[in-house]
């Protein structure tokens, strides 16, 4: 999605907004551009595909003034071009925005009827023309934003600059995620707090239909109808490091390898003397900020009671962490007898869903603004439901929106392709299924030793799955010359088989699917032949005899199978193509390590195939519009 950056200081603009563009990156885009004001005039710069092309530009240019605006383009309306580049200049009206315009129709017909003379396809050049338009009127930029913003329909973040004001930004957010960044005589606004982390620590994150007033020495904050608001900006500690490669080729590959760390941190805060003590979950908590300054144990007392009322649970997300969250079904199932359903964030908000009293819809969601979770949430909500997130980025809006809070703790994930932010939301998920387990007195104290026992092991064993990359990387070498893949698995490796598949499509653009094993016999063994590989996840859990049943029949048909399986299994081996050891765990902690594989397959055959890793085609990392 698209990613915006402001400034208004003493550095030379043009540096902060391309450093700030760079670690948005990762959000995907296919142009990019930039405005400076200068003595009254702007300098406007825009190039088709990736930021280096829009440096090249800039190269030759001389850059002065204090303030500027900057922005990544993830096409939505009119193709990826220069002229439909951001920013867009109206009038001396410069504006980035982040979202779509649903009415944008009715506004273009309304402005050309005006006689208005439209250079772009995009909706957002259109809210240029109506703020010049308004501008022109009030003599005031803050008032001309105020003013069109209930002509606006949609989910929209904007960033004004007006050259008859150089020391004022005005920014609007009601949908896609925005952050000021405050500075000594500087201030920034961006659409993540990774794009200013080298400049400053100090952040207030925008709510929706708030307006913020920036210039070099205050930042005030607003309501859409103008009304003044107090905010207490929140201290980041992370380091600008974790926003680099330190070393590695790829993001991707530098989040696959920090997994054993970050499935660490992500159990760390709920474990106290081998018990799951979930911390600070904060139930009710209105103020995010406040989060780490509650009672620990009187916080747990409270989630104890909200879990203890609970008699159904939904689990809404997209993507990478819906597959996770297949995954918590079985668990919480398995340790809590709650009946559990899971549904596509999309699906659910549009399905008129049925939501009993006394249920609790849990969202996971890495980014924490993923359009369609939120929407979901907040249904939820409308519907009487508690509500649970479970997200990365924490003070994120879905984050802001949820009851009760939980992170997976995994630090920033940049690559587009979802890694350590799944596997720590395993970890969470077994946390949560151990402590409904509890709550509904099905586990023994005797049980939950074992269980956080197997817990804490699980890092180390990352490690050793870890150190067979070589395997994996001689594995993806004899993947590239078949023409599809086949994933499967039962029971939790199932979703395990989606997510190796999701994999394979998102980053080596290769037609594959993932399959429940059972259901091989009712359509897709017809694929089977020698061009089709098909990839087995057979642990030895209570389904494995009928697994090794599944991979004997596609076999038989002359499918070429790779197997992953528990530690050395001649048996196994025997039948496959290849076959790649994983080591032992639980059936419930499974999933964490063969998910790993997955991974580095994937990883390592897009880069054989010359594939962008990080930033694959036509994806955002982000997906901030339904
Ligand atoms: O930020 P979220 O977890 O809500 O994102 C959900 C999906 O967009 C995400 O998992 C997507 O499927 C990834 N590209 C998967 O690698």
């Known amino acids: 999605m698209c990613g915006i950056v402001g400034y208004l200081g003493n550095l030379n603009p043009k540096d902060v907004i391309i450093s700030g563009l760079k670690k948005l990156e990762y959000r995907g885009y296919d142009s990019a551009g930039l405005a400076i004001l200068h003595n009254g005039e702007?300098?406007?710069?825009?190039?088709?595909?990736?930021?280096?092309?829009?440096?090249?530009?800039?190269?030759?240019?001389?850059?002065?003034?204090?303030?500027?605006?900057?922005?990544?383009?993830?096409?939505?309306?009119?193709?990826?071009?220069?002229?439909?580049?951001?920013?867009?200049?109206?009038?001396?009206?410069?504006?980035?925005?982040?979202?779509?315009?649903e009415n944008y129709l009715d506004i273009k017909e309304e402005l050309v009827k005006q006689g208005a003379k439209?250079?772009?396809?995009?909706?957002?050049?259109?809210?240029?023309?109506?703020?010049?338009?308004?501008?022109?009127?009030?003599?005031?930029?803050?008032?001309?934003?105020?003013?069109?913003l209930d002509k606006l329909k949609g989910a929209f973040s904007i960033v004004v600059m007006w050259e008859k004001n150089p020391n004022e930004l005005i920014a609007f957010k009601d949908g896609p995620p925005l952050v000021v960044g405050l500075g000594k005589s500087e201030n920034f606004v961006a659409s993540d707090v990774q794009a200013l982390i080298s400049y400053t620590n100090q952040f207030i994150y925008l709510n929706d239909r708030e307006v913020v007033q920036l210039s070099q020495?205050?930042?005030?904050?607003?309501?859409?109808?103008?009304?003044?608001?107090?905010?207490?900006?929140?201290?980041?500690?992370?380091s600008p490091e974790l926003v680099e490669k330190q070393g590695f080729s790829h993001f991707m590959l530098k989040e696959i390898y920090e997994q054993p760390r970050a499935v660490a941190m992500a159990m760390e805060p709920h474990i106290l003397n081998h018990r799951v003590v979930l911390k600070n979950v904060g139930f009710h908590e209105k103020d995010l900020h406040h989060l780490d300054q509650i009672d620990p144990l009187k916080d747990w007392e409270t989630t104890q009671k909200e879990f203890s009322k609970i008699e159904r649970i939904f689990i809404i997300a997209c993507?990478?962490?819906?597959?996770?969250?297949?995954?918590?079904?079985?668990?919480?199932?398995?340790?809590?007898?709650?009946?559990?359903e899971t549904d596509i964030a999309s699906e659910f908000r549009y399905r008129q869903p049925i939501i009993p009293k006394n249920s609790l819809v849990l969202t996971i969601s890495q980014s924490g603004e993923t359009a369609d979770t939120l929407a979901a949430i907040r249904l939820?909500?409308?519907?009487?439901?508690?509500?649970?997130?479970?997200?990365?980025?924490?003070?994120?809006?879905?984050?802001?929106?949820?009851?009760?809070?939980?992170?997976?703790?995994?630090?920033?994930?940049?690559?587009?392709?979802?890694?350590?932010?799944?596997?720590?939301?395993?970890?969470?998920?077994?946390?949560?299924?151990?402590?409904?387990?509890?709550?509904?007195?099905?586990?023994?104290?005797?049980?939950e030793l074992t269980l956080v026992q197997e817990l804490l092991s699980i890092p180390s064993k990352m490690e050793v799955v870890l150190s067979y990359d070589k395997y994996f990387q001689t594995a993806a070498e004899n993947l590239k010359k078949f023409k599809g893949f086949l994933f499967m698995g039962r029971g939790v490796s199932y979703p395990i088989a989606m997510e190796g598949a999701l994999k394979l499509k998102e980053l080596a653009y290769l037609h594959a699917e993932g399959y429940a094993a059972?259901?091989?016999?009712?359509?897709?063994?017809?694929?089977?032949?020698?061009?089709?590989?098909?990839?087995?996840?057979?642990?030895?859990?209570?389904?494995?005899?009928?697994?090794?049943?599944?991979?004997?029949?596609?076999?038989?048909?002359?499918?070429?199978?790779?197997?992953?399986?528990?530690?050395?299994?001649?048996?196994?081996?025997?039948?496959?193509?290849?076959?790649?050891?994983?080591?032992?765990?639980?059936?419930?902690?499974?999933?964490?390590?063969?998910?790993?594989?997955?991974?580095?397959?994937?990883?390592?055959?897009a880069c054989i195939l010359g594939y962008d890793v990080d930033q694959p085609r036509n994806l955002a990392k982000s997906v901030t519009v339904e």
């Not at 992170?407 to 395993?426: C, R």
């Open 518 to 605: 059972g259901e091989m016999k009712h359509g897709p063994l017809a694929l089977i032949d020698e061009r089709m590989a098909i990839v087995m996840i057979v642990p030895h859990d209570a389904n494995f005899e009928k697994t090794v049943s599944n991979l004997e029949e596609a076999k038989a048909r002359g499918g070429q199978i790779i197997t992953l399986g528990s530690g050395e299994n001649e048996r196994l081996k025997s039948i496959s193509l290849t076959y790649l050891p994983v080591p032992k765990a639980e059936w419930n902690l499974n999933p964490i390590l063969y998910v790993v594989p997955m991974q580095l397959m994937a990883f390592h055959l």
């Open 118 to 148: 439209i250079n772009s396809d995009t909706d957002s050049e259109l809210v240029a023309h109506l703020i010049a338009n308004e501008v022109e009127i009030t003599k005031d930029l803050k008032k001309a934003v105020e003013n069109i």
């Open 42 to 101: 702007t300098k406007l710069i825009r190039a088709l595909g990736k930021l280096k092309s829009l440096e090249e530009k800039i190269t030759s240019e001389q850059f002065n003034g204090h303030i500027g605006i900057g922005h990544t383009r993830w096409a939505t309306h009119g193709v990826p071009s220069e002229r439909n580049a951001h920013p867009h200049k109206v009038r001396g009206i410069s504006l980035v925005h982040n979202g779509i315009i």
């Open 217 to 238: 020495e205050k930042v005030r904050l607003f309501s859409s109808q103008g009304v003044a608001i107090e905010r207490k900006p929140i201290v980041l500690n992370w």
């Open 380 to 447: 939820a909500k409308e519907k009487g439901a508690l509500t649970l997130s479970l997200c990365n980025v924490k003070n994120s809006s879905i984050d802001r929106e949820a009851h009760g809070h939980l992170y997976m703790n995994a630090g920033p994930e940049i690559g587009v392709a979802s890694t350590k932010a799944f596997t720590t939301t395993l970890v969470v998920l077994n946390l949560l299924a151990i402590t409904f387990g509890k709550v509904k007195k099905l586990i023994s104290e005797e049980q």
């Open 319 to 340: 993507g990478t962490s819906f597959y996770a969250g297949q995954i918590g079904k079985y668990l919480i199932e398995n340790l809590s007898q709650i009946p559990v």
